[in-house]
Nanobody, 123 residues
Framework: QVQLVESGGGLVQAGGSLRLSCAASGRTFSSYTMGWFRQAPGKERDFVAAINWSGRNTYYADSVKGRFTISRDNAKNTVYLQMNSLKPEDTAVYYC????????????????WGQGTQVTVSS
């Protein structure tokens, strides 16, 4: 019903920045919560950030707070993740997801997921 496509990943040196985008298409509506998660090999998929699609509320994992910023453009059904001051431990596949609850920081509360985009931070 909802298709999500992430873009913007790549390789960056520690301290650098990347901006990820997630474009939604198909059956979607403005009240969706959208979020970012990340998963490194052998680790669980961890919450990164979420934004209420119908409001101005945002929520961040402690590990990224102050460095990452989530934003949205409802007209484009697109969510962004601006990542600054990147650290090697930020290396992971980053996924965007769409849900219908707020707050929503658990992966199981999201219904649709993108394919992921690789972010690699080198020392």
């Amino acid at each position: 019903q909802v298709q999500l496509v992430e873009s913007g990943g790549g390789l960056v040196q520690a301290g650098g920045s990347l901006r990820l985008s997630c474009a939604a298409s198909g059956r979607t509506f403005s009240s969706y919560t959208m979020g970012w998660f990340r998963q490194a090999p052998g680790k669980e998929r961890d919450f990164v950030a979420a934004i209420n699609w119908s409001g101005r509320n945002t929520y961040y994992a402690d590990s990224v707070k102050g460095r990452f910023t989530i934003s949205r453009d409802n007209a484009k059904n697109t969510v962004y993740l601006q990542m600054n001051s990147l650290k090697p431990e930020d290396t992971a596949v980053y996924y965007c997801a769409t849900g219908r609850t707020w707050p929503a920081v658990v992966a199981g509360t999201y219904d649709y997921w993108g394919q992921g985009t690789q972010v690699t931070v080198s020392s």
